[in-house]
C-alpha cells in the first residue's frame, strides 16, 4: 500500500493497445497507484515514452507521471510489490505468463483470452458476474503449492460484454433466455495496432473477424450461468439450454461495437418491448451498489431515439463505462429485437479489468 | 422501334441517382435505346448536361449522346414513342406520374416503392420471379378504360434483392424456408444525394433506416410467393408460413449492402452447409436461360474465402448484376447461416428494371 | 447580473451546430450564465430540446439545464436582459438581426461572416488580435442613435483561425511577413449539419470550399495588421505588404482543419527552423495574461514527432482551445514550411468568441 | 517472342501490391505476354493463386491466365526468355535484384525507387520524357562487362508522376519554372499493403510520408531536365535553376494522389489561367504520338467545374493512365495555382513502367 493509502498496482503489456487504456485510468485512479509496467524484453529498461515512442495512439497525452516510468520485463519479481497486476497482453504472450504471476502468488485481472475457458478461471463482465469471484478460493486450493494471494480473474470479449449485459438484465426481470442471435458490427480499434489494414476497411465491411463468433457463443453461457458444486465449478448456463448464435462484422468505426440482437424467453408469453425498455432501464448490478469508481451510473442506458445508440455518438457516454440499448421491438421470429452498443476499448476492455479489481477489493479478494 | 431495330425507351426521374444509372446502362444497350429523358418541371427544356449539373456523380462521365438529349417533364405526352418507361423517380412523384403513365397506355418498370404491395403489380427481382409477369394481362383487363400495351412492373427495394437471390436458391433445391432472421450493413448510396450526411456516418455506423425493414419483411413473401386464382392475384407465400425479421444498419460504405442472414428450413432434417453452397452455386434463373444481355454470367457466386464477400472488392464483379454470398455455416439458433452482399445501385436498382424489361421483350409483353 | 454574480447571456442561432456548440460552453460557465434562446421563427415557443430534436449532433447530451428552456425569435426585446449575445446564426439571416440587436444597444459576438470585412467592426482571433478591440467606442459613437453599449465583434473564419496563430508568434519574434502559401485539409464540420454529403467525401477529397480561399487571404491582412488614426480604423497589414495565396481543400474529417503553410520574412536571413519552433513555444497572448476561463494553457504548442499534430489525435488538446503546430522546417520556395492544426468547432468558432467576452469583460467592454 | 508475336515479359515482386497491378495489366496485353513471376523464395514454387492468397486485394480477380502460373524466385535464370523484366519489388530486396538481372543482361523496367537517382538510369515518367532513354547505349557500355540487352529504367515516386506531367506541359509552353510549390494529398494504397494502419488514418490526416518529400523536390529536376554530354548524363534542369518545395499528406483515400500546386515562371510575365489552362488541354506527349496501346487519348484532361478533380470521381478517367487538371487560377504568392490528380497505382506505378516498355518497343530499345 502506498502511503495515500493506494493499493499499488501493475500493468503488463504497457506498450500495447490495451495497456496503454490501463495506464490512462490508472494514473489518477482513487483507489490504485501504478507503480510498474511490463513490457517485452526488448522494452525492457527504458522509460515509458520511449518504450511506446510511435505507438501512442491514444487521444490523451502519455500521463505525466508515467512518461518516465520505466518499463521492466514481465517477470513477477519485477511486480512483488503490486497488490493487483492488470494484463493487457497478447494472447501469445499471456498463457505462460499469466501463469508464472499466479505462480508467484500475484493477483492477475487478464484482458487476455487464455483463461477465459480455464474451469477454475472466473470470466466476469463487471456489471454481470462478479459474484463467480466465489470459485477464487478453490482456484488457490487448486495451484501446486496451494496459493494464499494469486489468482487469475479474466474479463470478456470486447464484443461479449456488449450484448451479455443486457442479456443479464433480461435474465433477472424475465428468467432465462432460450435462443440468441447476434449480428456485430465491430470497431478497429478491437484488432489493436497496426491490427487493420486502411485497405481493407476504407469504404468497406469484412464479414469476419477471427475467432469471434465462437467466442461470443462460448462466453455468454459461462457469463450468464452460475456456479456448482459448492462454488467449485461453473454451470455453464446448463440448467436451461441456451443457443447462440453470431454473425461478426468489421466496420470502418474507431471505438464501439454496435450489435443487432434477437432474443427469444423460455417463459411463454414473452415480455413485450415495453416490459423489456423497462427491464433494461431500472437494471442496476453489484458494481454500482458497492460504490466502485469505475463504475457508470446507469448500467443500461436505454436510448429512445429511433436511430440510436450509434458508435460515434454515444460510445464515450459515461466514459465508455455501461451499455447502451435502442430500437427495443418486436422480432418476427424470436420474440424481441434491440440494438446495443459496448465501447470495446473501455468496459470492452481494460475498464472491466479495473472494475472487477475494485470490486474484488470491495469483497475482500485482494487482502 | 429504331433504324437499328431497337426499341425506344425512356427514363423517368432523369437527373436522380438512380435515373443516371438507368442512363449508364441505356446509354449503349443492344436493344434499346434512349430516346426521352424526363425529370422536374424546374429541369424541363434543358439539355441534360445543364439539367444535372453539379448532381451527377457518376465514375463514368455522362454519356456523349445523352449530354445534350433535352431533359422533358414527366408527361405521357413526351413519350408517346417509347415502348418501355424506366421510372427512377421519388416516391412522392412517382405514384400519380407512374399511375398517368400507364393510364396513357405505357409500360412502366419503375424502381420506385409506390406499386411494389399493388395486387396488380408484380414485384420483380429478375433473378427470381419473373414468372409474376403473367399478372400483367390481368392488370390491363382491370384498367377503367381496359387497356391494350400499359402496365407497371416494380422491382424490388435494394436490400430485399439482396437476399431474395439466394432465399430462392434455397426454395428451389430444399423446398419452402420457414424462419428468415436478416441483418443488413447497407451502403450511403441507398439514399440518393445528397442523402446521408457525412457527419452522421464518418466512422459511424446508424442502426436505422426509416421503412426499410417493413419492405424486406413484406416484399420478400411476395417475391417468394406465386400466383394464384388463374393469374390474378398474389398468393404471397400463404401455403407455408414465412416469418422475416430484419435488423437495418446504415454504414460508411459507398456502393454495396452486405447482409448477415441465418435460415431455417420447413424440411426437416434441414440441408447441410455443403448441400446449401452447392443449390447457390448451381442456381440459373430465367434471364440467364434467356439469354438478357444484362444477366450475370453467375447468379449466385460462391465465395470460399473466409472473409469474403466484401462491398468493396465484390459489388463490381460482373458489373453488379448478381449476387454474392460466403460464410455459408450452421447456425446454432436456425439452420444455416450465410453473409450476402448485392450491388444497391446496379442489381439493387436499374440493373433489376433494365433486367425486367429484357425478360418482358423475349416473353413477348412488349409487343 | 445574476444572483452568482454572472453576466447574463444570450445565443443566437441556438440550434444549428455553432449553436449547439456555444450552449455546450455556456451552460456551465464561470462568468456567463445563459439564459436566452434564439432561433428560427419556426422554433420559437418550443423547448430546446424539441426545437432541436433530430439535429443535436454533439457526443455531448444537451445539458440537463438547457433542456427545457424555452426558444424565442431572434428579436432583441427577448434578448433584453443579456449582458452578452452570442451569435451562431448562418450568414443569411446573420446581417440583420445582428444589425437590429446592436441598434437595440446590445453586444453581439459573432461568428458569422457578415461584419468581418466592415469597416467599424473588429475581427477578432482572441489568441491574436483582442486589441482591436479599442475601435469600439468608435464603432459605438458612429452608430445612429449613439450607443451606449451595443456593438458587434466578430471572430474569423475556422481556417484562417488555425494559421493566424502561428503567423502573429512569428510576427511578434521576426517581424513582418512577406508571403504566405497556405494549403488546408478541412473537416467536414467546417460546413455545419447537413452539409457535406457522405457520397462526395468518403474516400474522396474535395478540391473547393466555396468562398474559403478569399476568406483566408482577406482576413488574415485585418487581423495581423494594427489599428489606426486614433483607433477608428483598421491598417490592413499596410504598412508591409502580405501577399497570402490558400488552397482550400475538404478531407472526410469530422473536426479539426489541418493547414500545409510555407511563409517569407521581410526580415533577411531568415530565422532558422530552431527559432521559429522557439518563437512559436513561447508565444502567449493576452488571453493567457488576463487569466479567461477558455483561454489555453499553451497557445500554440509544438509537436515533435516527425508526423503531428494529426487531426484526430490532436484536436481535442486542451479542449480545443488552442493551436497545434508541427513539422517546422525549411522551405526551399520560401523561408519555412510547417503544419498547423486547429479545432473548426472550438477555437475555429465558439471558442473565439467566448474568449472574445471574456476578454472584452476584463478589459471593461461589458460594464 | 511468342506464338502470337507478343514479347514475353516476367513480373518481379508478383505477391505485391505493384506486381499485382503488373499482372492485371499485362494479363491480356496485345504486344507483351506474361510469362514469368517472381516472388520472395518463400513463395518460389506455389502457384500464383496460392502465393497470393489473402494478399490480392484488387477489385478484378486474379486473371484465369494467371491463377496457377508458378511463382519463381527472383533470380535471373528463371526470366532468361524474357525480353522485359517488370520490377513491382519493395526498395529492400530491388536493389541488387535489379542489378543482377541487369549483369545477366535483362532489360528492368522497375517501379522502385533504387536506381531513379543513378546517374546512368533514366527516371522515365512515360508522358514527360521518354527521350531520356537515350542514355541506355551508355549505360549499356559502362557495365562490366558490356552489355547489349541489359539496362534499368525506372519510373518515378507515383506523387512525383502526377505533377511532373502538368509541370512538363508548361515548361513546353512557357519556358522554365522557376519556383514550385506542391502540397499532396495521397492515398493509402501508396503505402502498399497492410500499409497504413486503419487506426492510423480513419477520421484523420497525417502530415507526414517518410522520405515523400524529397522524392518530389529532386525526382522533379531530373525528370523536368534533359541530357547532356552528348547523352552521357542528366542536366538536371541546371541550365534553369528550380527551387522545388513539397508538404506531404496522407489522406483516407483509397486510390489517387491530389495536390494543390503553385508555381511560378521564369517569363515575366507569366501566362495568364487561360493560357496555362489552354497549354494544359493542347499537350500531347510522345507515348501518344507512337500510338502506345497503354497511352491514353488525353494526357492531360482540364477539368472545368469549380470542385474537380476529386480523387474519387476522377482516379479512374482513361483507366487511370492520365492526370486530370483542374482549378486553375491566380497564385497571389507564385503565379499560377491549380489541382492535379494522379491515379497512383495506374500512371503512378504499373502504368507508368508498362507505358515505358511500349515506348522502349517502339523505339528499338528492345531489339
Given amino acids: 500500500m502506498t502511503s495515500q493509502g493506494k493499493l499499488k498496482v501493475g500493468v503488463l503489456g504497457a506498450t500495447g493497445t490495451v495497456g496503454q487504456r490501463f495506464i490512462l485510468q490508472l ?26 515512442a510511435g505507438r501512442w495512439k491514444q487521444v490523451q497525452p502519455i500521463p505525466g507521471n508515467v512518461q518516465d516510468m520505466p518499463v ?18 497478447d494472447s501469445t504472450p499471456a498463457g505462460p505468463i499469466e501463469a508464472a504471476f499466479r505462480a508467484a502468488n ?23 458476474n462478479p459474484d463467480h469471484f466465489a470459485i477464487i478460493p478453490h482456484q488457490k486450493a487448486q495451484m501446486q503449492p496451494q496459493l494464499d494471494k494469486g489468482f487469475i480473474i479474466t474479463n470478456a470479449n470486447c464484443s461479449t460484454t456488449g450484448v451479455v449485459v443486457p442479456f443479464k438484465a433480461l435474465e433477472e426481470a424475465f428468467g ?22 486502411s485497405l481493407d476497411i476504407l469504404d468497406n465491411v469484412v464479414p469476419y473477424i477471427s475467432g469471434e463468433e465462437e467466442k461470443i457463443e462460448w462466453e455468454t453461457a459461462k457469463i450468464l450461468g ?10 455453464l448456463h446448463e440448467n436451461s439450454p441456451l443457443a447462440v448464435s453470431a454473425h461478426c462484422n468489421r466496420v470502418p468505426v474507431i471505438d464501439g461495437h454496435l450489435a443487432s440482437v434477437s432474443v427469444r424467453f423460455a ?4 415480455p413485450s418491448p415495453e416490459q423489456v425498455k423497462e ?59 434491440f440494438t ?22 470491495r469483497k475482500g479478494y485482494l487482502s
Wanted: proline share 7%.
Fill in 267 to 270: 417463459k411463454r408469453p414473452a
Fill in 72 to 89: 521492466k520485463a514481465c517477470e513477477p519479481e519485477h511486480f512483488k510489490e503490486c497488490a493487483v497486476v492488470f494484463s493487457g497482453l
Fill in 226 to 235: 452460475g456456479l456448482k458444486d459448492n462454488n467449485t465449478a461453473f454451470d
Fill in 340 to 361: 446495443s452498443l459496448v465501447n470495446n476499448v473501455m468496459l470492452g476492455a481494460a475498464t472491466s479489468s479495473v472494475l472487477n479489481a475494485e470490486i474484488a477489493l
Fill in 27 to 52: 494514473s489518477n485512479h482513487p483507489e490504485f497507484e501504478l507503480v510498474a509496467l511490463g513490457a517485452s524484453a526488448s522494452s525492457a529498461g527504458n522509460p515509458y515514452k520511449d518504450a511506446v
Fill in 279 to 337: 427491464a433494461f432501464a431500472k437494471y442496476t448490478c453489484e458494481a454500482q451498489k458497492l460504490g466502485c469508481p469505475s463504475a457508470p451510473q446507469i448500467a443500461i442506458t436505454v436510448n429512445e431515439e429511433a436511430d440510436r445508440p450509434q458508435p460515434r455518438l454515444d460510445r464515450d457516454w459515461q466514459n465508455g463505462a455501461g451499455v447502451n440499448v435502442g430500437r427495443i421491438r418486436k422480432c418476427s421470429v424470436l420474440d424481441i429485437k
Fill in 176 to 197: 432465462p433466455l432460450e435462443t440468441i442471435l447476434v449480428t456485430t458490427m465491430q470497431a478497429i480499434s478491437g484488432s489493436g495496432y497496426p491490427g487493420v489494414s
Fill in 106 to 128: 500475484l493477483r492477475v485481472f487478464s484482458n487476455a483470452k487464455n483463461y477465459r475457458r480455464d474451469p477454475l478461471c472466473p470470466l466476469v463482465v463487471p456489471l454481470v
